[in-house]
């Protein structure tokens, strides 16, 4: 049973999932809001339907969906720019924005960074569950402007990606303004001239740029998440084009995220997050105790997934804060324990309606939720995220997470040789 | 004339495997329907009434309901099972 706004996504998720006769119910969007009288009456038409549909569904048996794991269809076209960039965008191949073409010859050039194979699979990528090969990845790498030695990382996030903890599947299909935020850590980072520092999550680094851009065309097109069709973002948010930075690991008085979670310092990973956008927190403080404390403060918001579900949220600490920090003898720990007692809300400042949500899917964590629960922003305080980056200035910023439906997730960058 | 270039789809082709199509029902007399209720707004309002007016209007023997702790998680694989084994047809939510 679907609403109307999302019969698209229904039939084309049956499609990917090898059923594409699934019978679908359809009612009227936004079907949440109906008053309890209209859901009783839409309900008196829906049974007539499924009736009518699951005793009409096709012959048992007959296998329908042929997948073809075909190593790389290739299309002819003009040699130029022009040509190449209309055939991409008719047939939403792109983020919108201009690509080089996967030429046999760029592809190829690239796969020689890894020690992969070709079509070796590295994951399966949600909704359209597309098998993400060594090939397929390096395609778009190259649309995405990706210099060859750069697919070792893309190759690691998409196994990032696809890890079920991950949730891609939640990420890719949600109305929330959900993008994928790409970490990288370790000595790749540098070799690769990423940026960690000034304007890092902005404009100008070939690599964030690069990098960000590719894993989402990974994700568009081989898990066939097109806007309108399967992705349903009711806004999307600009990260959805690049979300990708590395840890400052250089000014950072902490140990590096990667290292936080179980890797060795002079191992590179990457670690991506279901994230929201981010939120500026100015403070000139040098007080370590009034920074914990307006961070904490900026967390708690009524329509917040994180307090609704429980989430993952994270704080980039620029290095002047973090040193601020440090300096007052708070380790990482200590800081997320006191954001994580700080920043609980008052289960009452959310809608009534939003309540009952977080009543159902916060139940086995905290039991009956009463409007004067307070609501702590996870489920403990190791699941708030740290990490360090950006340049000079006051500036550290809050990512709201896509809550616990995605978990954030780390793998190793392995290179060729 | 400008030459003519090859270039890779970046695409994949739908679907992980290949799997059978639905069955037909014979009728709803007598069978059993799961519910997989998805927690967006009013659809467990949409699985009581549903339920029952299978029941009394189409001769449904019995119907088993399951919610979801939150929209963008996946049904656990224990209740998935379950609603495999014991029911003739389930019947779920997408969107708003």
């Not at chain 1, 097109?226 to 806004?235: H, I, K, L, S, V």
């Not at chain 1, 590096?256 to 002079?266: D, Q, S």
């Not at chain 1, 994580?340 to 309606?353: D, L, T």
Request: aromatic share 6%.
């Amino acid at each position: 049973m679907c609403s109307t706004e999302f019969a698209t996504l229904g039939r084309a998720q049956a499609r990917a999932l090898g059923c594409a006769d699934l019978p679908i119910t359809v009612v009227p969007h936004p079907f949440g809001l109906n008053a309890r009288a209209k859901v009783r009456a839409l309900a008196e038409i829906c049974v007539q339907d499924i009736e009518k549909l699951v005793c009409a569904a096709a012959e048992s048996g007959v296998a329908h969906t042929v997948v073809s794991e075909h190593t790389g269809l290739t299309v002819q076209v003009d040699d130029s720019a022009e040509a190449v960039n209309l055939l991409f965008c008719e047939r939403q191949w792109t983020d919108g924005l201009p690509i080089v073409p996967p030429t046999a010859e760029r592809v190829d050039r690239m796969m020689k960074f890894t020690p992969r194979a070709p079509d070796d699979v590295v994951g399966i990528v949600a909704p359209g569950f597309g098998a993400a090969t060594v090939r397929r990845i390096a395609i778009n790498a190259v649309m995405a402007g990706c210099h060859p030695e750069y697919l070792p990382v893309l190759i690691a996030a998409v196994e990032a990606v696809t890890a079920p903890e991950f949730n891609l599947q939640a990420i890719q299909v949600t109305t929330n303004p959900a993008a994928v935020w790409l970490i990288v850590n370790g000595p790749v980072a540098r070799r690769l001239g990423m940026n960690a520092g000034v304007n890092c999550l902005g404009q100008g680094n070939w690599a964030n740029a690069t990098l960000g851009r590719a894993l989402r065309l990974v994700m568009q097109n081989i898990g066939r998440a097109f806007p309108g069709e399967m992705d349903r973002a009711t806004q999307g948010h600009p990260g959805k084009y690049m979300f990708c930075c590395a840890e400052n690991e250089a000014d950072s008085p902490w140990e590096p995220l990667h290292v936080e979670r179980g890797f060795r310092a002079e191992q590179s990973a990457v670690t991506v997050v279901g994230a929201e956008g981010a939120i500026n927190m100015n403070t000139h403080s040098k007080s370590a105790e009034e920074i914990v404390r307006v961070v904490a403060e900026t967390m708690p918001r009524p329509p917040s997934n994180d307090y609704t579900l429980g989430g993952d949220p994270w704080v980039v600490f620029c290095p002047e804060h973090a040193q601020i920090l440090r300096a007052a003898g708070l380790s990482k720990v200590d800081v997320k324990r006191q954001l994580w007692e700080q920043s609980k809300m008052v289960a009452g400042r959310m809608a009534a309606v939003d309540l009952q949500r977080t009543r159902i899917a916060r139940l086995a964590e905290l039991g009956a939720v009463m409007p004067d629960t307070m609501l702590p922003i996870s489920p403990s305080p190791d699941r708030i995220g740290i990490l360090v980056a950006g340049g000079p200035g006051t500036h550290s910023i809050y990512i709201p997470s896509f809550a616990d439906t995605s978990r954030a997730t780390t793998r190793e960058v392995i290179w060729a040789g | 004339m400008s030459a003519i270039i090859h270039v890779f789809e970046p695409t994949a082709p739908y679907g992980r495997k290949e799997m059978a199509a639905c069955r037909a029902l014979d009728g709803l007399r007598g069978k059993v329907v799961g519910f997989i209720d998805n927690a967006k707004p009013n659809f467990n309002h949409m699985v009581d009434d549903l339920a029952e007016l299978l029941v009394s209007r189409y001769g449904v023997k019995k119907t088993v309901k399951c919610t979801k702790r939150s929209p963008g998680i996946p049904a656990p694989e224990d209740i998935l099972a379950d609603v495999a084994r014991q029911c003739d047809l389930v019947i779920t939510g997408s969107g708003d």
